[in-house]
T-cell receptor
């Protein structure tokens, strides 16, 4: 299983961009990089995933390093509802790590 | 938008009793999963299920656990003889393909007394 390193916590102000980093230096060549988040008292929720190219959807953008050893989840304008634990998962088995707890301040 | 539904939302059982947690995955999904999350801890993978058989399981998923897809719509997790340490939120999830996004239910909170 690929190992990940994410900061334990990050803070942002509302309506500011947030860049959530993840290192996954042992990722295999064929595994997608998935990002999920877990809002308080809810189940995990899919955010975005990608393989090599940067990806955009209505929730976020995913920037993947050329060597695929790291990626960054970008929330373009954080809202209070984005306060959650964000998980970077670079393997097909979807093994969750400890994630990054994002706090958003008004 | 289709959802993964789990019942019950909260289950209380006595130690040593059998419990069955129920899930209805999204109808066109083919891959099914169970995870658990002990209060304050991370989400832990238990088992994945595809084509009517277990495809992977974790060390947590020992002989006390079993999964079943009895009728083509439900996906159940059975714990044969519950222990206090089985108290946790149990999440069911499903997806269409092995690399597509995973859809989670809202979970069943299991309390073993």
């Amino acid at each position: 299983d690929a190992k990940t390193t994410q900061p334990n916590s990050m803070e942002s102000n509302e309506e500011e961009p947030v860049h959530l980093p993840c290192n996954h230096s042992t990722i295999s060549g064929t595994d997608y990089i998935h990002w999920y988040r877990q809002l308080p008292s809810q189940g995990p929720e899919y955010v975005i995933h990608g393989l090599t190219s940067n990806v955009n959807n209505r929730m976020a953008s995913l920037a993947i390093a050329e060597d695929r050893k790291s990626s960054t989840l970008i929330l373009h304008r954080a809202t209070l509802r984005d306060a959650a634990v964000y998980y970077c998962i670079p393997d097909g088995k979807l093994i969750f790590g400890t994630g990054t707890r994002l706090q958003v301040f008004p | 938008e289709p959802e993964v539904t789990q019942t019950p939302s909260h289950q209380v059982t006595q130690m040593g009793q059998e419990v069955i947690l129920r899930c209805v995955p999204i109808s066109n999904h083919l891959y099914f999963y169970w995870y658990r999350q002990i209060l304050g801890q991370k989400v832990e993978f238990l088992v994945s299920f595809y084509n009517n058989e277990i495809s992977e399981k974790s060390e947590i998923f020992d002989d006390q656990f079993s999964v079943e897809r009895p009728d083509g719509s439900n996906f159940t997790l059975k714990i044969r003889s519950t222990k206090l340490e089985d108290s946790a939120m149990y999440f069911c999830a499903s997806r269409t393909e092995s690399r597509s996004d995973l859809h989670f239910g809202n979970g069943t909170r299991l309390t073993v007394t």
